[in-house]
Nanobody, 124 residues
Framework: QVQLVESGGGLVHTGGSLRLSCAAS????????MGWFRQAPGKEREFVAA????????AYADSVKGRFTISRDNAKNTVYLQMNSLKPEDTAVYSC?????????????????WGQGTQVTVSA
């Protein structure tokens, strides 16, 4: 089992940057597929980025490709989401998740553990 705690959210202007952190305890993040999802008010939770367990292969939603980067620091047992060139449509609660499944996991139903989320607000 793993516990996940996100941090790093906040208010930023359009074009700005934020780095979200997801600190894990209980087991090492490298043994899980890790992902970031977001949910805006009135919308479904959507996939943002994922990193495959062990190999570190990554995948991104088309809407964030080229702007967001997911990374993993095994020594700190933390996963990051670097978000650049932020847009108002990126405003949402961002949550990290851990999956036991192999491969790059992009489907929220395949994730087994979730953090509580952190709010990101991008002003126009």
């Amino acid at each position: 089992q793993v516990q996940l705690v996100e941090s790093g959210g906040g208010l930023v202007h359009t074009g700005g940057s934020l780095r979200l952190s997801c600190a894990a305890s209980g087991r090492t993040v490298s043994s899980y597929g890790m992902g970031w999802f977001r949910q805006a008010p009135g919308k479904e939770r959507e996939f943002v980025a994922a990193v495959r367990r062990f190999t570190g292969s990554t995948a991104y939603a088309d809407s964030v490709k080229g702007r967001f980067t997911i990374s993993r620091d095994n020594a700190k047992n933390t996963v990051y989401l670097q978000m650049n060139s932020l847009k108002p449509e990126d405003t949402a609660v961002y949550s990290c998740a851990a999956a036991i499944a192999a491969g790059v996991v992009v489907t929220k139903d395949e994730y087994d553990y979730w953090g509580q989320g952190t709010q990101v607000t991008v002003s126009a």
